[in-house]
């Protein structure tokens, strides 16, 4: 029996793609090799911090967005599932009462209803493996984005040091050359240390926030998916 499947837009999957190949192209990007060939460094990092922080923006969406519908997938099939068992329960006792006739009929919603819940099944499981790898891939962006700002720290750090360099060498003239030097290196260390601090920031960087932001939505989700049965069954009695 051929049984048409209900339009879920699961995820709204032509914007997912286009959003999961504009982070695919920013995680190949070369931030360092941009940096290297731009004439002002922290305005390109700046820039690219905007791009990687719109694309973090529409993917966080999305993903809210995606696991809203995939809790319905899930609520959908499930129930047409248990529908296909309720329809054969009563085609058993139909049979047992004589009426083949009923029996027949329930054996035919019984197989529409387990054909439809199959389909949604195979949307369901569609919709998640979109729905990881987008959080796979927010989870790298969100890791790239730490890094380019990590870099534009470091590129202030070092603009500061060689504007200082150039405040001193013009002073040196007019100072003793020792304590101009002993400025200039005690703004070295500052800046050594911030890109030293930095850099162990980053080796202890993890994506606790983002799980946590998921396990967010996906509760919400279970909430209100208990409030409608709630309402359902307050309905029925």
């Given at each position: 029996m051929s049984v048409l499947l209900?339009?879920?837009?699961?995820?709204?999957?032509?914007?997912?793609m286009r959003i999961l190949d504009r982070i695919s192209v920013i995680l190949r990007a070369n931030i360092n090799d941009l940096l290297t060939r731009a004439e002002d460094p922290e305005k390109i990092i700046n820039q690219?911090?905007?791009d990687m922080r719109q694309a973090q923006y529409e993917a966080r969406m999305e993903?809210?967005?995606?696991?809203?519908?995939?809790?319905?997938?899930?609520?959908?099939y499930l129930e047409q599932a248990s529908?296909?068992?309720?329809?054969?329960?009563?085609?058993?006792?139909?049979?047992?009462q004589g009426r083949e006739d009923l029996a027949r009929e329930a054996l035919k919603r019984k197989t529409a209803s387990f054909d439809l819940s199959l389909g949604l099944k195979e949307q369901f499981d569609a919709h998640e493996q979109m729905v990881d790898k987008l959080k796979l891939q927010l989870r790298a962006l969100d890791a790239k984005i730490n890094d380019a700002e990590r870099k534009r720290q470091?590129?202030?750090?070092?603009?500061?040091?060689?504007?200082?360099?150039?405040?001193?060498?013009?002073?040196?003239?007019?100072?003793?050359?020792?304590?101009?030097?002993?400025?200039f290196e005690r703004m070295e260390d500052k800046v050594d240390a911030l890109e030293d601090s930095l850099a162990a920031e980053a080796e202890l960087a993890d994506d606790?926030?983002?799980?946590?932001?998921?396990?967010?939505?996906?509760?919400?989700?279970?909430?209100?998916d208990e409030l409608a049965a709630l309402k359902a069954k307050l309905a029925d009695s």
């Open positions: 209900p339009n879920y837009k699961t995820g709204n999957a032509e914007v997912v690219t911090l905007l993903v809210a967005q995606a696991i809203a519908e995939g809790k319905k997938l899930e609520r959908d529908e296909s068992e309720s329809w054969l329960v009563k085609a058993e006792k139909s049979l047992e470091i590129i202030i750090a070092r603009q500061k040091r060689l504007e200082a360099q150039a405040s001193i060498g013009a002073a040196m003239g007019q100072t003793d050359t020792r304590k101009a030097f002993e400025a606790l926030s983002l799980d946590e932001e998921f396990a967010a939505l996906e509760t919400d989700s279970r909430v209100e």
